[in-house]
């Protein structure tokens, strides 16, 4: 049995509740919540060795300086990256494909084709129309099915010698949908172009192993897998991270300035310009410990048991729609014949449950089902069966209301 009651006194927030009910989290999508162990290590740093670091002598910043690489190592190995500098500190997601991104501007040259899926967050589409706008490059898109997953035999169509990137997520974050990304890279890699995954989503779910998937590039956010806001990670191959120009330029992430040339730090400093998010870093450390220590594969059985109870629930009521029926993550996005969903969104607050409604920053997926959003119910290992029925009964209610 999974020790659901256990795991639930680890997080002080899921005690309280809203608007007189207790809490039913079920936005974890948009953010996980955080362990008391996390939230102890922020307090500690703060409270005890918080100093500036890879620059003073003075034993705070080289306290500070030892966990902060510890924390990367913990991420090195999370991932199984090969080497602890091909794990390069962010602010999050967007931020990792934005580096990369505007890096290969650099790099392209004009009718050099690029490809993005149907599926992917707004985060991981504007930065590559701006790369093409800027580079001449034509922005190719995998077009998505009704079920919600890729055509991914559009996908061969569409490479050829001229595709130098390929972008995709590994768990789309509207639909929860669960990508070959295996395939995806290794049929870019018989055209000789790389592969950036966004692993936002499929993190808090899945145990990425970089060598094994053979990606190029695979970033991801603290703030979904029981971390900070604020910190993630891009990891990247040696080499490629070598052929990139940095993203900023500042302090740490030079060797020698002068001001007729600055020469470079070499990895993983010379994308990490400026004072970074330390205490977020060592945080994210200690999250990935706390969830290694309950298990990803345990993690995703629990999390699956409770997509298949939420489908088959909610799946009673007359007129509700589930868009995304292919192998997903424990998420279910839904309308109601008739009913907007933001009205259904606004009932459930009321009655203490917390979902997503909108476009989810995935206007094209909407646009795909002519729809102007989903209700989205995204489950976590921390989340409960009888929770479900509460959201079940408050879906319920709301349909009674607003038909
Ligand atoms: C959340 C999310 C992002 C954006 O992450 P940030 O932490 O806001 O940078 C990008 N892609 C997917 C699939 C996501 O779920």
């Known amino acids: 049995m999974f020790p659901v009651d256990k795991i639930r006194a680890d997080f002080p927030i899921l005690q309280r509740s809203v608007n007189g009910k207790p809490l039913v989290y079920f936005d974890n999508a948009a953010t996980s919540q955080t362990p008391q162990i996390v939230i102890d290590a922020i307090v500690d740093y703060y409270s005890n060795y918080n100093a500036n670091i890879h620059r003073g002598v003075h034993t705070l910043s080289q306290e500070a300086t030892d966990k902060y690489e510890e924390a990367r190592i913990k991420i090195q190995k999370h991932f199984n990256a090969k080497k602890s500098h091909e794990i390069i500190f962010t602010s999050g997601t967007t931020h990792g494909i934005n580096m990369i991104a ?30 093409c706008e800027k580079t001449g ?3 190719k898109v995998i077009p998505m099915d009704e079920d919600g997953s890729l055509r991914i035999d559009i996908y061969h169509e569409l490479l050829n010698s001229k595709t130098k990137i390929v972008f995709c997520n590994h768990v789309s974050n509207a639909l929860g949908t669960i990508n070959p990304i295996e395939e995806i890279i290794h049929a870019a890699h018989k055209f000789g172009a790389v592969v950036l995954v966004d692993g936002a989503q499929a993190t808090p779910h899945i145990k990425p192993d970089v060598q094994e998937l053979d990606v190029d590039f695979y970033v991801a956010s603290a703030h979904k897998i ?31 300035v002068t001001f007729e040339k600055t020469t470079y730090a070499g990895l993983p400093h010379k994308f990490e310009a400026g004072t970074p998010n330390i205490c977020g870093g060592i945080a994210f ?15 995703a059985d629990y999390e699956n048991e409770l997509l298949q109870y939420g489908t088959q629930e909610l799946s009673k009521i ?45 206007q094209p997926i909407m646009d795909f089902y002519n729809i102007p959003g989903t209700v989205r119910a995204s489950f976590s290992f921390y989340n409960t069966k009888e929770e479900i029925d509460v959201l079940v009964n408050a879906v319920t209610k709301a349909k009674m209301m607003l038909s």
């Open 226 to 256: 029981c971390g900070p806001t604020g910190v993630g990670l891009l990891y990247g191959k040696q080499k490629l991270l070598e052929q990139l120009p940095p993203y900023q330029g500042g302090g740490e992430m030079i060797d020698t």
């Open 102 to 131: 505007s890096g290969f501007s650099a790099l392209l040259n004009k009718g050099d084709e690029v490809i993005v899926s149907a599926l992917e967050h707004h985060s991981n589409i504007v930065p590559w129309q701006m790369l």
């Open 137 to 139: 490059a034509v922005l």
């Open 318 to 362: 007359d007129g509700l729609k589930i868009y995304g029926t292919v192998s997903k993550t424990a998420v279910i996005s839904f309308n109601i014949e008739g009913i907007h969903p933001y009205d259904i969104g606004a009932i459930l607050d009321k009655l203490g449950v917390a979902v997503r409604t909108g476009h989810h920053c995935a």
């Open 285 to 299: 450390g200690v999250a990935l410990d706390y969830m290694n220590a309950i298990g990803f594969d345990t993690i």
